[in-house]
């Protein structure tokens, strides 16, 4: 443990320069921006992003993206309360007691509230990251491939379930659409090019920043332009006030609650910050003394949204960084600039690069007293930048869509990869289907297909092992009971055998 | 009242998917399996593609008979403001840009011309005064000339990119 605090305080001395604050300044507000703008989402952020890391150092690189994640997901709140309408998904939860709040006169107040709940869900997240993940790394080292196999397909089809509302089919069929894009190009046991059909530029596969700047760029890009309307029609009344320190030590038990729902949702493959979002917000509604002030300006239920929400950032880095599989969308981009970068998230994250999991820390809570500052001092900054026409807007973001995966291999290809990617995330998006395990199913198809095909060699054919040993159960019977849950037929046969057994239970105690 | 175009749209897509897992199915087990090489059978390449084709295939038959029951219940994204007109004319501007401009011309000129030329179609005043039109072509103009200047600068000097 006392490793852990040194390698903390190391990484804090190293990351804590000017320049490393400089950094920290810029990328924290071009991610709330971004974040607060309607239309451009977290993803979408780290994804052009990174396309902007190549000239930097490999720490300066993931500083600048961490800080882009954690400020686009804050974003979020800004136009949820000003406007009602959520900056990303994750803030959808925010919106339904901070816009109420706001047409009361207290959008500051609201503001504030939001982005103190956002920077304690980071700071719980961040404290559980440092705990955690090194302790999943070293239990990490006993997967094998059979384990893998099945974490990366649980991976996938919870995410699937989790993100496709009430259609669950729909998350897997994205799951399975994102891993059949995986097997394009050359295979990784034997190096055979699969579905090239003699394109020469398919041979290397589909590379991930192209395929995620289309998915998330270029079809919010259309998705935006078809749903625009005018947005500022509000501005924030000037009367609010600044929350005290005792509104929020009234609330430290949702903050707290809401922090380790939000890291635990965080650290579940593909889910993301919506989920953690709603789910702080419904617990936090449920264990409440004023349930009925929820969704009419309740200050409980702005600070377990918001809290929630930022607490899955830290949350989604912990799989991300130790096993290499994302806990969120963004972390799925974040994987791909990690290998860019040159680091190798897995197992022996800890064992190659141990202070690596610190530096991250030591990152979080850069970027979370990077969001306090700009939340408590630029309220109206964010107001102006909200009134920018999305049609002046798209075009730049469109241009960056272009050239950042161009940057990155010199290749016309990876431009019309972008643009293919754009249009089907569009159709998909416009038929509901979840974006997550479509993303999720390109990054982890290569993990899946390895160690099935490894697994099965070492095995000699045999599919025992994969069912047999205790880790690799655990997730079967996970992934099975996903599945079955899924199902509305399974999930009321199981509530009425539970109602027989209760009552039945009931009957003979009376 | 069910979403009858939702339903219809669902039935399709789950035939399209079908044929597609068909396909994907058919190609991984008419892939090479590298009997030359002497490969453990369990390891060919086709192998995890035709796993994924027949779970494809098993998803699609499950949209198709579920695809009633979630236009009558399901929760689902609202129509988009505009029609097809306007989505053809996003999608010309920007392929146009991305695939006809970048590469035949200077990336800062297409650049320029693409950033203009969409703040102007899109900006486009109903009731359009010769005064409006100036306005509009020139701040079109200045926004294309500092992005397209900014941008090339950024990843031509700062990140040493040969740009396209």
Not at chain 1, 345 to 363: A, D
Not at chain 1, 422 to 438: E, S, T
Request: aromatic share 10%; hydrophobic share 55%.
């Amino acid at each position: 443990m006392f490793d852990g605090f040194a390698m903390i305080a190391q990484a804090a001395l190293e990351l804590f320069t000017l320049t490393s604050i400089l950094h920290v300044t810029w990328a924290t507000l071009l991610g709330i921006f971004i974040g607060s703008l309607p239309g451009l989402t977290a993803t979408m952020g780290v994804a052009l992003l990174t396309t902007l890391t190549y000239g930097l150092d490999q720490r300066t690189a993931i500083l600048v993206l961490i800080c882009m994640y954690v400020g686009a997901i804050y974003g979020g709140s800004r136009s949820a309360i000003l406007l009602n309408i959520p900056g990303t998904p994750a803030s959808a939860a925010t919106a339904l007691d901070g816009y109420p709040l706001a047409i009361q006169g207290r959008a500051q107040y609201a503001m504030t509230l939001a982005t103190s709940g956002s920077a304690l869900g980071t700071f719980v997240g961040l404290v559980v990251l440092a705990f955690l993940a090194p302790v999943l790394a070293e239990f990490a080292l006993n997967f094998g491939s059979y384990e893998f196999f099945w974490l990366a397909l649980f991976g996938i089809i919870v995410s699937g379930q989790l993100t496709a509302g009430g259609m669950p089919v729909k998350g897997y069929i994205a799951g399975i659409l994102g891993l059949i894009v995986s097997t394009i190009g050359s295979e990784g046991i034997h190096s055979h090019v699969r579905f090239a059909f003699d394109i020469q530029s398919l041979g290397g596969g589909i590379g991930l920043i192209p395929a995620m700047v289309g998915a998330f760029g270029f079809a919010e890009l259309i998705t935006v332009m078809m749903n625009s309307r005018s947005v500022l029609s509000k501005e924030p009344e000037k009367k609010g006030l600044l929350p005290k320190m005792a509104d929020l030590w009234r609330y430290k038990r949702t903050i707290f609650r809401s922090g380790i729902i939000g890291t635990l949702i965080g650290i579940i493959p593909g889910v993301g910050e919506d989920i953690g979002a709603w789910s702080s917000y419904a617990a936090a509604k449920r264990a409440s003394k004023n349930p009925e002030d929820y969704g009419k300006g309740s200050q409980e239920g702005l600070i377990a949204a918001e809290t929630g929400n930022s607490a899955v950032v830290p949350g989604a880095l912990i799989p991300a960084i130790t096993l290499g599989i994302p806990g969120s969308a963004p972390a799925a981009v974040l994987i791909a600039a990690l290998f860019i970068h040159g680091i190798r998230p897995g197992p022996m994250i800890m064992v190659e690069q141990p202070t690596f999991v610190f530096s991250v820390v030591v990152m979080l809570f850069m970027a979370m007293i990077a969001i306090t500052v700009y939340g408590l001092a630029l309220t109206k900054l964010f107001v102006k930048v909200l009134s920018v026409p999305r049609e002046r807007l798209m075009p730049v973001v469109f241009v960056l869509c272009v050239i950042g995966p161009f940057a990155l291999t010199q290749r016309v290809f990876d431009i019309w990869v972008m643009i293919v990617f754009g249009i089907i995330g569009y159709v998909l998006r416009r038929m509901d289907y979840p974006m997550a395990p479509l993303v999720l199913g390109i990054i982890l198809g290569n993990l899946l297909d390895k160690n099935m095909r490894r697994g099965l060699i070492i095995s000699d054919g045999d599919l025992t092992p994969f069912l047999t040993r205790p880790i690799s159960a655990t997730f079967m019977v996970l992934t099975v009971l996903t599945i079955l849950l899924g199902f509305s037929s399974v999930r009321n046969f199981l509530g009425r055998t539970w109602i027989k057994l209760t009552a039945g239970f009931g009957g003979s105690t009376k | 009242m069910p979403n009858l175009q939702r339903y219809s749209a669902d039935r399709i897509t789950a035939i399209v998917l079908l044929a597609f897992g068909a396909a994907v199915t058919y190609g991984g087990w008419v892939m090479d399996r590298l009997e030359i090489r002497r490969i453990h059978p369990a390891s060919i390449p086709g192998l995890f593609p035709i796993m994924l084709g027949i779970a494809l295939i098993v998803c699609a038959a499950v949209l198709y008979s579920q695809s009633t029951k979630y236009a009558e219940e399901g929760e689902h994204t609202g129509q988009p403001r505009h029609g097809l007109g306007r989505l053809t004319l996003i999608l010309l501007l920007t392929i146009a840009y991305a695939v006809g401009l970048v590469g035949t011309l200077p990336f800062w000129l297409a650049t320029l011309i693409f950033v203009a030329a969409f703040i102007c179609v899109f900006e486009w005043p109903r009731q359009a005064t010769t005064q409006t039109i100036v306005r509009l072509i020139t701040v079109a103009l200045v926004e294309g000339a500092i992005v397209s200047v900014g941008v090339s600068m950024l990843f031509e000097k700062a990140f040493l990119v040969r740009l396209p």
